[in-house]
């Protein structure tokens, strides 16, 4: 079963807004008198719950999906078939921050899929990963597997995104190796990670956008990277979060949504 939660709170200054909450306006009630007054058919014009259609709340929410770890989940404000999005958080950065503070992003454009990782960050501490990216890559399908079950028939992997902070990026181009063309989109925050056209053309992957902090260790490698895909006509791109570290900038909602409109507008036409 879901449960909505409450954002991790961290220690940097992140922006986020509030949920969203779902309207129902009634249509007005019919004017007896008027009705009687005429036995000529007369056009009703569309009322406003008509146009108007009812929205659900995207969460976040929790479900669990093995043993006690949970997976966190922000989804599309309407029903229907819609893009997986996963993400894969870092070292003693719990799914509430690496996913939390982008959650209105994700659900503009499908369903956040954001498991727990396989340890905790000491002793009753934050969730964390101590597992190789190949079990890390099986508790991110179990993940996904127990949201699709909970959400019966919406969730698409077609033209998927993988996203990840930290150790969740270092593992994302791997992951996406090991099963060529369920990824075809990867968002690396924070990871200086060694990416060629040749082996993203193999995983299946179209587009790749390489985030990271302005004052990080991660940035300069990052811009290389991407300068050097460019070069080499595959479509790729460096956004710098302002003002952050090792950690997001204030505006991550906003750029989270300029990385995946950049990943699906640049990758939909590209190798099969």
């Known amino acids: 079963m879901r449960a909505p939660i409450a954002l991790f709170l961290a220690a940097v200054a992140c922006s986020h807004h509030a949920d969203a909450v779902a309207v129902v306006v009634a249509a007005p009630a019919p004017d007896p008198a008027a009705a009687s007054a005429s036995a000529a058919p007369v056009s009703v014009p569309m009322s406003v719950a008509d146009a108007a259609p009812v929205l659900r709340e995207i969460g976040p929410f929790e479900i669990n999906f093995a043993g006690k770890r949970n997976v966190y989940v922000a989804i599309p404000p309407q029903p229907g078939k819609h893009r997986l999005i996963a993400n894969l958080h870092g070292v003693c950065n719990p799914p509430g921050y690496a996913c939390g503070y982008w959650t209105h992003a994700g659900s503009e454009e499908g369903f956040l899929v954001c498991p727990e990782g396989n340890s905790t ?3 009753g501490g934050p969730p964390s990963w101590d597992e190789s ?3 890390m890559d099986k508790d991110l399908e179990r993940s996904i597997e127990k949201v699709s079950h909970e959400y019966d028939g919406e969730v698409s992997r077609e033209g998927a995104i993988l996203t990840g902070f930290s150790r969740g990026a270092w593992a994302a181009p791997t ?5 060529p ?3 075809r989109y990867l968002i690396l925050n ?3 990670v060694t990416l060629t056209k040749v082996a ?3 995983a299946g992957v179209r587009a790749v956008v390489m985030m990271a902090g302005e004052w990080g260790t991660q940035v300069a490698g990052e811009r290389t990277t991407v300068a050097k895909l460019k070069k080499e006509g595959f479509p790729a791109e460096l956004i710098v979060m302002p003002k952050a570290g090792h950690y997001y900038s204030a505006n991550i909602d906003e750029l989270m949504s300029q990385a995946m409109r950049f990943v699906i507008q640049n ?4 190798p099969s």
């Open 121 to 123: 960050c000491g002793a």
């Open 133 to 135: 990216f190949a079990d």
């Open 267 to 270: 990758g939909e036409v590209g």
């Open 190 to 192: 924070e990871a200086d």
């Open 200 to 202: 993203l053309e193999q």
């Open 175 to 179: 992951i996406a190796a090991m099963h």
């Open 181 to 183: 063309g369920r990824w």
